[in-house]
């Protein structure tokens, strides 16, 4: 592949090729490790589901109080990484972090299965628990509270947008010899992001 087979907007490129992981039958195209890191500097990654874009950025839902959602809060710069092994290609993205519009959170909480929902009221994420028995009951109990009636969105729930500031698209290659395209944004101008710069990078 060369640099001008590629589309000038890497959001757009992205898309493509998310369409194609779709396609092959990737097991889970959506897939997606989400890397953050404290204040001081420790960095921690798991692997998460990609939810869409908004506005340019990438969405990440989470229970507020886990571990991930404090350090994006603290330290709101993060990474996330795509591999789909059926068609051999990885795409990295790089950014800073913002908080989700609570109408987009509630929004998309609601298109979550019931289940699902409840789980987010019975789970304390990244908590300490005396067993699976515990969390189990604490679900039967929202259950028993919500009956009837529509889960409401949990105050310790929400979303944050990874706005991307550089975009690496990976094709594998023979010998190792991989196509490697970066996408970074340029310097802003009276406010507005700048435009995308596009470079091919050796293997």
Request: glycine share 8%; proline share 7%; hydrophobic share 40%.
């Amino acid at each position: 592949m060369d640099l001008t087979d590629l589309q000038r907007n890497p959001l757009a490129e992205f898309e493509n090729w998310f369409g194609l992981a779709v396609k092959s039958g990737e097991k889970h195209p959506d897939a997606m490790t989400l890397a953050t890191c404290t204040r001081r500097g420790v960095p921690s990654a798991r692997v998460v589901l990609y939810k869409g874009l908004s506005k340019g950025a990438f969405r990440i839902f989470t229970n507020l109080e886990s571990r991930k959602a404090r350090e994006l809060a603290a330290n709101p710069r993060a990474a996330l990484a795509f591999h789909w092994k059926a068609i051999d290609r990885q795409v990295r993205i790089e950014g800073r972090i913002l908080p989700m519009p609570r109408r987009e959170v509630e929004n998309y909480f609601h298109s979550r299965p019931r289940m699902s929902q409840l789980g987010a009221w019975a789970s304390k994420q990244s908590a300490v628990i005396p067993s699976r028995e515990a969390l189990l009951g604490r679900l039967r109990h929202y259950e028993l509270l919500f009956e009837g009636r529509e889960v409401p969105l949990p105050g310790h729930w929400g979303g944050f947008l990874l706005v991307p500031e550089r975009i690496e698209f990976w094709i594998d290659g023979e010998f190792r010899l991989h196509d490697r395209f970066e996408y970074s944004r340029t310097l802003p101008a009276r406010g507005r992001p700048g435009a995308w710069k596009r470079v091919r990078l050796s293997p």
